[in-house]
């Protein structure tokens, strides 16, 4: 289903920046032989493979490789980060400023390039099979439908990481303020969802005055659903027959119906799969995933914390090349489990709430004209990872409901109190481990400013609630340098760095704001400058707009001598 659809992109556009640089042990070289196996695939084996598939008339077998194709792209490119980094490559200082940003970028443009040089022959092959009028360029525009309406906020939500992880928080938690504002970008997400929608889809309003859009908008009213009108979902003739409801605010909510569908179903039987969408609406569907969003996002939050304060080195013993593919699978395994179950549930209930606005049998018979014009989802998921049911279950749910719409609301809005209070006990059980937090925070912007006493108590009770912390070794290194004991500065610097080297040498990367699970590449830097750079940042003087202040001054003098 749609989720399917757009789940490698989902996970390139996630994983781009765990990706980068991983495998780049001869970068240029692997960036032009990447380049050159991309051009052979292009123009030999991609075509080669099609011709036979369409010379033996295997028609499934062309859907399942298009359907294969999006899968194949995201982690071609991916391999593309993993082995050269391009944007390192092109453009390293816009990286250390932008180290989430500008992989994506480069990600996004890497993968409408090869889907553009595969897009030809997988025209030619339906073309040839189903005799379609749709034209190459149609074509491409309806497999670019996805990236348009995916890349935009993927690259807002990178762009707005970057900014925020100018806002130094602490070693390790530069990522913190967009993780707290990640929930206010969701609901932005959703305001202007209908935007992202008409550009994706190119929709236009419904032109034509019909009985059956005046019930549809009688309908709305009637369900508590008002929308601001109809739109046509243009899908480049392909026959998609599919129908959806946009937006949150009622004077920018539409229903959007494809092109197929008004073409080839009955006017009834447009109104009852429009009755199914605005019963997600009426059961409050958006807003149940938009908690389950901030949920998630309070879990990370919360895990994130714990993992900083008590098992400070965790981060590093994970990191690696071998991070990446457990990252993965987790996200694979933990979030799209959770989400899909949610939303089958959401599926039955919208179909429920159809069925006792329309009547059972109208909907039933919607249901199965549905199940004989769209091709069932491909077995490469299991059921449980499909975020729609099989028609089969879903009309069996519907002959076995028999409560009523105040019921199903009632379920929805119990679920998501469930949340609500999942939050608010979390918070309540967590509100030691944010003060921590804060007073680490608060330590660590005036230990330059304040008197020496005050910070020798704030240490001092911090390291009565935290022991040996690396986050407190360093700060009082900084206070060290600061008071001008050089030497018990150099001393405990060197005792940081040799208890744990690796974290001292990643933490302060080229990009200054490298994540505690995310590592951004950056320059290869000679070691007697890393030695320097690294007694340097311990002052706490390394930011200049997301720069670190002192590679600034290192540029002049690495460039001359080739090591930038």
Known sequence: MLFAFFLPLVILG????????????????????????????????????????????????????????????????????????????VAPGFVRLFPQFAPLIASSVA????????????????????????????????????????????????????????????????????????????????????????????????????????????????????????????TFKEPIP???????????????????????????????IVAHELGHFRLGHVWTYLWFTFLLVFLSLSG??????????????????????????????????????????????????????VGKSEMISAMNHLSRELRPPSRRFPWWMETHPDFSSRIARIESWNSKQADLILVSWRLRLVMCLLIGFGLAFLLPTFGLVWDLASTARYISRNPDSEIEKRLGILCTQLGDHPVLNELAARRAFYRGRIVEGFVRTAALWADCPIALFSRYKASGASKIFQHSASPEVA?????????????????VHGIPLFDQVFDFVQIPLGQR
């Open 14 to 89: 996630l994983f781009t920046t765990d990706a980068a640089g991983i495998l780049a042990f001869a970068p240029f070289t692997g960036f032009v032989a990447w380049i050159g196996l991309t051009f052979f695939a292009i123009f030999w084996v991609v075509p080669t493979h099609l011709e036979s598939l369409i010379s033996h008339d295997k028609f499934d077998e062309l859907i399942l490789a298009q359907d294969r194709l999006p899968w194949m792209i995201s982690f071609w490119v991916l391999l593309l980060q993993a082995i050269a980094s391009p944007a390192i490559l």
């Open 111 to 234: 993968y409408v390039i090869i889907l553009w040089g595969c897009a030809g022959g997988f025209h030619r092959g339906f073309r040839a099979m189903l005799l379609w009028e749709q034209t190459p360029a149609e074509y491409l525009r309806a497999r670019l439908s996805a990236p348009i309406l995916l890349f935009p906020p993927l690259l807002a939500g990178a762009f707005l990481e970057d900014i925020a992880s100018w806002i130094s928080i602490l070693p390790g938690l530069s990522d913190l303020p967009l993780i707290v504002c990640s929930p206010i970008f969701c609901i932005c997400l959703y305001l202007f969802s209908p935007n992202l929608f008409n550009w994706a889809w190119q929709a236009e309003p419904l032109k034509e005055k019909t009985a059956m859009a005046a019930e549809i908008m009688e309908m709305t009213k009637k369900t508590g659903t008002p929308i601001a009108g109809i739109r046509v979902w243009n």
């Open 242 to 272: 599919n129908a959806a409801v946009v937006g949150l605010i009622p004077s920018f909510r539409y229903v959007y119906l494809t092109r197929h569908l008004l073409d080839t179903f009955p006017e009834r039987e447009q109104i009852v």
């Open 304 to 357: 994130r914390l714990l993992v900083f304060l008590h098992w400070p080195r965790l981060p590093e013993l994970l990191s690696g090349w071998y991070l990446f593919p457990i990252e993965l699978f987790g996200f694979l395994g933990g979030f799209i489990l959770l989400f899909t179950a949610l939303s089958r549930a959401s599926e039955y209930q919208a179909d429920c709430f159809a069925a006792d606005l």
């Open 527 to 543: 070691l007697n400058f890393e030695i320097v750079q690294f007694l340097l940042q311990s002052l706490d003087l390394r930011r």
